[in-house]
């Protein structure tokens, strides 16, 4: 039985969160990931490009022998309009819990993925969201977890009277200060996608029926490989 690969792709190291989480839920799969560091961040760029960037990415993930593959980003995610015979490609699509409503919740996000999604509709039934496109955050992310440099969220988020019943996490490189922006906003509660991303690769039949594999590898490709593994490494021992 052909052992599952699981390739993760991003942008740069906001896949690495999701990988860790996958990780911890499917045990005996590999991993191979590819972060497009070089091109970070893709949250202002047209949306052709993006998908040109992810195809990409994906091609260097297939070619190092993944045959699934997750968009662990949820701009590449929202502008994926490519299709791969023979192998799964697995979106990170923004969810939020029915129970939410008609609840007042602010989501954060890369300029291309908020517009992606207001103009999808798919939180119209969620009238009280609002929206912050920030071209600015997944980048300096990028540049604090590799420097002394603090993250300043002021410097990209503006503070509300208002205390939100949730913050969607909309950018997977928001992850790492999932705790710093709860305690911006004095929320407690957050949502980012890969619950549903879990839920989905669960739910592939053909996929959960070849999981189990000994011996499970986390390896790094790409020309940033070292960079993403050693973020792996920093995101094991400071965040997770
Ligand atoms: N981590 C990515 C996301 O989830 C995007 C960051 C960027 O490249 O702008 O949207």
């Known amino acids: 039985m052909e052992r599952v690969k699981i390739g993760v792709f991003d942008s740069g190291i906001g896949g690495i969160p999701v990988m860790v989480k996958l990780k911890k839920e499917f045990p005996f799969v590999d991993f191979i990931y590819f972060g497009d560091n070089g091109n970070v ?3 202002s760029r047209e949306s052709k490009e993006i998908c040109e960037l992810t195809l990409r990415g994906v091609n260097e993930l297939i070619n190092a022998g993944a045959n699934a ?4 980003c949820n701009t590449a995610s929202l502008n994926w309009r490519g299709e791969i015979t023979g192998v799964k490609v697995f979106r990170l699509i923004p969810h939020i819990p029915e129970t939410f409503r008609g609840e007042v919740g602010y989501f954060l996000g890369t300029p291309s993925t908020v517009s992606a999604l207001r103009a999808s509709g798919a939180f119209s039934a969620f009238e009280h969201i609002r929206y ?16 002394d440099k603090e993250l300043v969220l002021a410097d990209h988020l503006v503070t509300t009277e208002q205390k939100p019943a949730f913050v969607y996490l909309g950018c997977t490189h928001y992850l790492y200060y999932e705790g ?3 305690r911006f906003f004095r929320c407690e509660k957050t949502f980012d996608g890969t619950d549903n991303l879990i839920k989905n690769i669960r739910e592939n ?5 070849r999981e189990i594999c000994c011996k499970p590898s986390v390896s790094f490709v790409g020309a940033y490989a070292e960079k993403n593994s050693l973020a792996f490494s920093q995101y094991m021992k400071k965040w997770s």
């Open 41 to 43: 961040p893709y949250g």
């Open 69 to 72: 593959v997750v968009l662990a």
């Open 132 to 147: 912050f496109p920030l071209p600015y955050l997944a980048a300096a992310v990028e540049e604090s977890v590799f420097s």
């Open 180 to 182: 710093k922006i709860k």
């Open 205 to 209: 039949k053909e996929f959960s029926a």
